[in-house]
């Protein structure tokens, strides 16, 4: 299992490069992934669950769902700035129009995976590490992906020409 997870991090770092063919897109959208982890691992202490292969396939589950989300977020600013807006235009409105399907995708994972992470019959052993995992990978990855990401893409996003000459005449 301690192979597992790094090649999947791996693979999935691979298929968004051959997605975007943008590196630095890439590894905003990386970000996420820490983002992810950090609710996952603070929902399992809470929960005092120690970590198993489940909350492992949790993790991995988690990963792809918060880089989903960060791609979803970063690829509508990147057609945003293409359309010539200046970036923190762009930025905002790519935000506002990416809001609702960040927040569905976040809402439907949670309320799924409620059931398994209060479950406790035959079988719920397996089950409440990977809810928990998922549950609080997705808490702190969407508020993060929607506040800390955008930040993140201001400072590290090519800007617009436009961009440049508004800065030029300050």
Do not use: H
């Amino acid at each position: 299992m301690v192979i597992v997870v790094p090649a999947v991090l791996l693979m999935v770092f691979f298929l968004l490069y051959f997605s975007l063919k943008n590196l630095r897109d890439v590894v905003i959208i990386y970000t996420c992934i820490p983002f992810a982890a950090v609710g996952a691992i603070f929902a399992l202490w809470w929960r005092d669950i120690p970590f198993s292969v489940s909350a492992a396939v949790g993790f991995i589950a988690l990963t792809g769902i918060a880089v989903l989300n960060g791609q979803i977020l970063i690829t509508a600013i990147r057609d945003t700035l293409n359309t010539g807006q200046q970036s923190k235009d762009a930025i905002i409105a790519a935000s506002k129009t990416r809001l609702q399907p960040v927040l569905a995708t976040a809402i439907t994972d949670i309320a799924g995976f409620i059931p398994m992470a209060i479950a406790t019959g035959v079988g719920s052993e397996i089950q409440r590490p990977l809810a928990t995992v998922v549950i609080g990978g997705m808490i702190t990855s969407t508020i993060l992906t929607l506040f800390v990401l955008p930040v993140i893409a201001s400072v590290f996003m090519k800007r617009s020409p436009q961009d440049a000459d508004a800065e030029r005449d300050q």
